[in-house]
């Protein structure tokens, strides 16, 4: 799947964008209404990592992804290490 059609299918499972209402706002509202706002995060942040991927690839490096606690993680592009490098190269 494409970056851009899973921004449309965010679209379609919050289309009142809930992701934009503040913080407060968003802990009020209904459970299933919490839901959709999380399906859009979800597909938002996926839609973006496949963005990010593509650029890795087309870069020719790797991604490096550290967790950093359950919720958040850090990224770096790094060279491709070498037993990687040749799997690459095989596709």
């Given at each position: 799947?494409?970056?851009?059609?899973?921004?449309?299918?965010?679209?379609?499972?919050?289309?009142d964008?809930?992701?934009?209402?503040?913080?407060?706002?968003?802990?009020?509202l209904?459970?299933?209404?919490?839901?959709?706002?999380?399906?859009?995060?979800?597909l938002?942040?996926?839609?973006?990592?496949?963005?990010?991927?593509?650029?890795?690839?087309?870069?020719?490096?790797?991604?490096?992804?550290?967790?950093?606690?359950?919720?958040?993680s850090?990224?770096?592009?790094?060279d491709?290490?070498?037993?990687?490098?040749?799997?690459?190269k095989?596709?």
């Amino acid at each position: 799947m494409t970056p851009e059609y899973l921004e449309k299918l965010a679209d379609i499972i919050d289309p009142d964008h809930l992701w934009k209402l503040s913080g407060i706002e968003q802990m009020a509202l209904p459970k299933h209404r919490r839901q959709q706002l999380d399906a859009g995060i979800a597909l938002r942040r996926h839609a973006t990592h496949v963005r990010e991927l593509r650029n890795v690839l087309a870069a020719r490096k790797s991604l490096l992804i550290t967790p950093l606690s359950s919720n958040s993680s850090t990224r770096k592009l790094v060279d491709t290490p070498e037993d990687h490098a040749k799997l690459r190269k095989s596709r």
